[in-house]
């Protein structure tokens, strides 16, 4: 009876590069209405959370939204975009 052997092959996983979904002040939008746009964008973000980016924002010039793969951070920015904020993505670190 012959034995088989299987050939072990290591695969390493390469992680998909992560993005930046930045938030950016602006003098148009009120603070309620961006800190609503950001729960209703932004999935599992809680009250605490979005006002927090807001006042960042606001404080900062720009606030971190979220980091996440290229794909998922485009939809992201471009749903802030659609209710008027600015927002913009870039490679995480």
């Given at each position: 009876m012959a034995?088989?052997?299987?050939?072990?092959?290591?695969?390493?996983?390469k992680l998909a590069p992560r993005?930046?979904?930045l938030l950016h002040n602006d003098d148009f939008?009120?603070?309620?209405?961006v800190?609503?746009?950001l729960l209703?964008?932004?999935?599992?973000l809680t009250q605490p959370q979005a006002v927090d980016i807001m006042m960042e924002a606001h404080a900062n010039g720009?606030?971190?939204v979220i980091t996440c793969?290229?794909?998922?951070?485009?939809?992201y920015?471009?749903?802030?975009?659609?209710?008027?904020?600015?927002?913009?993505?870039e490679p995480a670190e």
């Open positions: 034995v088989e052997t299987i050939e072990q092959r290591s695969t390493v996983r993005y930046n979904v939008n009120s603070m309620e209405y800190v609503e746009v209703k964008t932004v999935p599992n720009k606030a971190l793969a290229l794909e998922h951070a485009e939809f920015c471009e749903s802030l975009k659609l209710h008027g904020l600015t927002s913009t993505i």
